[in-house]
């Protein structure tokens, strides 16, 4: 298993224009995320998806949107991109399922470092 | 809302040497569950151990342990035989049971002295 695979691994924006950060999962997850990382803080979460066709905001949604069209694929879609958006980007994704299913764990991709000038 | 705080923003010890990292949260939950990760230059977050709340019994997971107080809402990491590659940032996160998100700590680099 791949687990969380990420494209780019690194990108350079200039102010307005959009791009879309790819993240798959091969374990089978029900629930996928994202999250940002800014420097010397730890991650907020920006979208996540309770399954496929399913999706809701987080703590910092403006800016971005996704979509989720299969189990395995939840795109980051970047709109009109501002230097705010500089940052780290992961995607992670977990199963829950069963009576104590809700205490998950969150399986990390390696990140996209995100720079908009 | 819920916080978690980690009040050390760096620790060094000593190779083979134990560490202790603190963490704190604020929760009025009473079924949630704690999460330490580790960052390392490479950027992946890897999952290092896990509690659930509703166990008293601290997990452990070969050298790394954590101290659970529920009632204090403390939750340590402490690294026994510290090793040069558990250098790091060190993050602790919670996500109530009510919650999708993991709430994260601001992070705990952690150096280790040959």
Same mark, same amino acid.
């Given at each position: 298993n791949a687990g969380v695979t990420q494209t780019p691994k690194f990108r350079i924006l200039k102010i307005g224009q959009s791009m879309t950060l790819q993240c798959t999962q091969d374990m089978n997850h029900n629930y996928m995320y994202w999250y940002r990382q800014d420097p010397g803080m730890g991650l907020k979460l920006i979208y996540y998806s309770v399954g496929a066709g399913i999706t809701d905001k987080g703590e910092v949604p403006n800016g971005y949107n996704v979509s989720r069209s299969t189990t395995e694929d939840f795109p980051l879609r970047l709109e009109?991109?501002?230097?705010?958006?500089?940052s780290v980007y992961f995607c992670a994704s977990s199963y829950r399922g069963g009576?104590? !299913?809700? !205490?998950d764990t969150q399986y990390f991709g390696p990140g996209t470092r995100l720079t908009v000038l | 809302a819920q916080t978690v705080t980690q009040s050390q923003p760096e620790m060094s010890v000593q190779e083979a040497e134990t560490v202790t990292l603190s963490c704190t949260y604020d929760t009025s939950e009473s079924d949630y569950y704690l999460f330490w990760y580790k960052q390392p230059p490479s950027r992946q977050m890897i999952l290092v151990i896990r509690q659930e709340a509703y166990k008293q019994q601290n997990a452990t997971e070969n050298r790394f342990s954590v101290n659970f107080q529920k009632a204090a809402k403390s939750f340590s990491l402490k690294i026994s035989d510290s090793q040069l590659g558990d250098a790091a940032m060190y993050f602790c996160a919670y996500r109530g049971d009510s919650n999708y998100q993991l709430i994260w700590g601001a992070g705990t680099k952690l150096i280790i002295k040959p």
């Open positions: 009109l991109a501002a230097p705010s958006q500089t009576n104590r !299913g809700r !205490g | -």
